[in-house]
């Protein structure tokens, strides 16, 4: 079981930044993958930034050269910098992680509950 708990949302105008923090606890040692996702009113949730232990970070198109992903190990924290918010920004944040015996692209194993992040114009 692993816990996740996501902070760090809230409303900011457009242009500003924010930064989302997700900590893991419980049985963290064979996580590979942590991300985010994200899930606008009235869309389906995706993925927006994606870290693997390997290095492999994966960023929806929407998002590149404005958001960055990076994790701490040592805090077991995965951390979403995100700049040049847009009102389309606008959504609940989730973390999730994913085992190393886990296709992350088919899935992720746990997810947070999220944090509401709202852009407004």
């Known amino acids: 079981q692993v816990q996740l708990v996501e902070s760090g949302g809230g409303l900011v105008q457009a242009g500003g930044s924010l930064r989302l923090s997700c900590v893991a606890s419980?049985?963290?040692?064979?996580?590979?993958?942590m991300g985010w996702y994200r899930q606008a009113p009235g869309k389906q949730r995706e993925l927006v930034a994606l870290?693997?232990?390997?290095?492999?970070?994966t960023y929806a198109d929407s998002v590149k050269g404005r958001f960055t992903i990076s994790r701490d190990t040592a805090k077991n924290t995965v951390y979403l910098q995100m700049n040049s918010l847009k009102p389309e920004d606008t959504a609940v944040y989730y973390c999730?992680?994913?085992?190393?015996?886990?296709?992350?692209?088919?899935?992720?194993?746990?997810w947070g509950k999220g944090t509401l992040v709202t852009v407004s114009s």
């Open positions: 999730a992680v994913a085992y190393v015996t886990t296709n992350y692209r088919r899935g992720m194993d746990y």
């Open positions: 419980g049985t963290i040692f064979t996580i590979n993958a």
């Open positions: 870290s693997t232990n390997g290095g492999t970070t």
